[in-house]
Every structure is written in structure tokens, then in C-alpha cells.
């Protein structure tokens, strides 16, 4: 079955694993391999803008990732404020709504000044492709944010739906994912959406994360097409 021909996808996730061993095993300094990691990010964004995704969210910092070495956080956040500036004029052109969650308050006043302009700037009435970015994200971290929402907001823990749940969650503006991609060689989910990927299709790949091509995201999509997803029914 061809991308085109299929039904629309509302959501795809991917945990993007592997840069620093990509780097490693090439003797080259840890921030080249997320450097060419951005590069493989930015064709999948540009496909998918034109394919049937509505939204592809991204892990690009845990909240775990805070426990690296300092030199390699500092050239992180260094890497994600000249990715943003560099790359919005692109989304911009293919109607890519940027969009950033996770504990933001964490950065550096520049580093959160150009993710609220980067929001504002990609903000489009009929997106082609609603972009999130989780950096200083945790699941664990999520769900207790919502926990602590349901005490601000006096919600009865009672009487709770899931629904009612989901919508305190950071990512309540988006649907579940419907796919699950992680790279890296690595079979676990890495405190990434723990709440959200309940029903979510989970495909894990051998390559690093600069070793996944646009072809082997098509790859995966057309595996994906071919599962039977029954959500608990027969």
C-alpha cells in the first residue's frame, strides 16, 4: 500500500537514539552526531509536511539528559538555539506549526525567549504539520504535573476520567501517537509519553539516529499501514 493511497496518521513519535554513538564510533566530538541528527530530523519533518501526518513529536531532551557531562549540555543548548533560528524560515515556508513541551522554565532566558518566538512566528491557521518538541520532557514528569493540576483545579480525584486526565497532560492539544519509532538499538521507551503511547504501534530500529534515512521512515510507515490495530477488541 503507498503513503498516498492510506489512511491519514494523526500522530507519529520517535525517540531519536544515538547521536552520541554515532559520534563515538567515528572519533568525531559528541555534538557532530546531533548536529547530523538535526539533518535527518529536518527531512522527515519535510516529508511528513507533505505526506498524511498531522503531527510528529520529537524526544530531543529528557529530562534525564540534564545528568551529562556540562561541556555536552552547554553545546546542546547552544545547538537547539541556532536550530531554531535556522529552521524556522523553513517550516515556516511548508506550514510546519512549531510547538515545545516539556519544562521549559529550565533553559536559559535566550534559549526560552527564541522558543516562544519560534511558536508565535510558525503559528498558521491550517498547518500542514504540527511539529512538537519535547526537550526537558519526562513522562514521569508529565504525569505528575497533571497530578498536581488536579489539586490546583480541585478536581475531584473520584470521579476522574481518563479523558479528564489526558487533558492536563502536556501534550492535551494533540491525539495520541498512532506510531512509535525509536532508533538507536535500544528496546525501551525512556520515560517518553508513558501515559499517551497506551495503544500506540512501537517499532524499534537497529540504526542510530543519523543513520535513518527518509527511506527507512517511509519503511516504517508502510509497516505500519499493514498492522491490524483492534484496541483491545476481537
Not at 91 to 107: A, C, H
Amino acid at each position: 500500500m503507498s503513503i498516498n493511497s492510506a489512511k491519514k496518521i494523526g500522530h507519529v513519535a520517535i525517540i531519536m537514539d544515538g547521536n552520541s554513538r554515532w559520534a563515538r564510533q567515528r572519533n568525531l566530538k559528541i555534538i557532530e552526531g546531533h548536529k547530523q541528527g538535526v539533518n535527518r530530523l529536518r527531512d522527515i519533518v519535510k516529508y511528513s509536511a507533505k505526506s498524511k501526518i498531522s503531527h510528529l513529536s520529537v524526544f530531543a531532551f529528557s529530562t534525564e539528559n540534564w545528568k551529562r557531562s556540562a561541556s555536552e549540555v552547554s553545546d546542546l543548548m547552544k545547538l537547539f538555539l541556532q536550530s531554531i533560528i535556522k529552521e524556522v524560515p523553513e517550516l515556516i515556508e511548508n506550514k510546519v506549526q512549531l510547538n515545545f513541551i516539556g519544562d521549559i522554565p529550565k533553559f536559559s532566558k535566550s534559549l526560552i525567549s527564541q522558543i516562544n518566538s519560534s511558536m508565535r512566528d510558525t503559528q498558521v491557521s491550517n498547518p500542514n504539520l504540527i511539529l512538537n518538541v519535547a526537550i526537558s520532557y519526562g513522562g514521569r514528569w508529565d504525569i505528575l504535573n497533571a497530578v498536581k493540576g488536579l489539586k490546583d483545579q480541585k478536581i475531584n480525584i473520584n470521579k476522574i476520567t481518563e479523558d479528564e486526565f489526558s487533558n492536563l497532560l502536556s501534550t492535551s492539544n494533540f491525539p495520541d501517537p498512532d506510531l512509535l519509532i525509536r532508533t538507536g538499538n535500544e528496546i525501551r521507551i525512556s520515560n517518553f509519553f508513558l501515559w499517551q503511547i497506551s495503544y500506540s504501534e512501537l517499532y524499534f530500529s537497529k540504526l542510530l539516529w543519523p543513520d535513518f534515512k527518509l527511506s527507512n521512515f517511509k519503511s516504517v510507515l508502510k509497516k505500519f499501514y499493514t498492522r491490524d490495530r483492534r484496541f483491545g477488541k476481537q
